[in-house]
């Protein structure tokens, strides 16, 4: 049984900072790559970050400097610390998980349910 499950998204004003957090069960997926996905509305589903078990991280280049990911691998829990937030980054966020680090392709194994995320003007 492998289960994502995403939090900590919410309303934030343009400019501002949010922090997602994915807590993964599964002995699988521990070891899997980890990734986060936006899906905003009539957009379609995008890769944005991407984190190795060993903590090799990748960036969509529209977020490198701004975001950040991170693992924690004892509590299996991946995190995604946006800042500097930009109203047209509303969208749904995914967490992810793939044998592997998929960045150009969307069709990842594992997903969570998806977490809101409005940035206001």
């Known amino acids: 049984q492998v289960q994502l499950v995403e939090s900590g998204g919410g309303l934030v004003q343009a400019g501002g900072s949010l922090r997602l957090s994915c807590t993964a069960s599964g002995r699988t997926v521990n070891d899997y790559p980890m990734g986060w996905f936006r899906q905003g509305p009539g957009k379609e589903r995008e890769f944005v970050a991407g984190i190795t078990w060993s903590g090799e991280t990748y960036y969509a280049d529209s977020v490198k400097g701004r975001f950040t990911i991170s693992r924690d691998n004892a509590k299996n829990t991946v995190n995604l610390q946006m800042n500097s937030l930009k109203p047209e980054e509303t969208a749904v966020y995914y967490c992810?998980?793939?044998?592997?680090?998929?960045?150009?392709?969307?069709?990842?194994?594992?997903w969570g349910q998806g977490t809101q995320v409005t940035v206001s003007s």
């Open positions: 992810a998980s793939d044998p592997f680090l998929k960045i150009s392709d969307p069709r990842w194994d594992y």
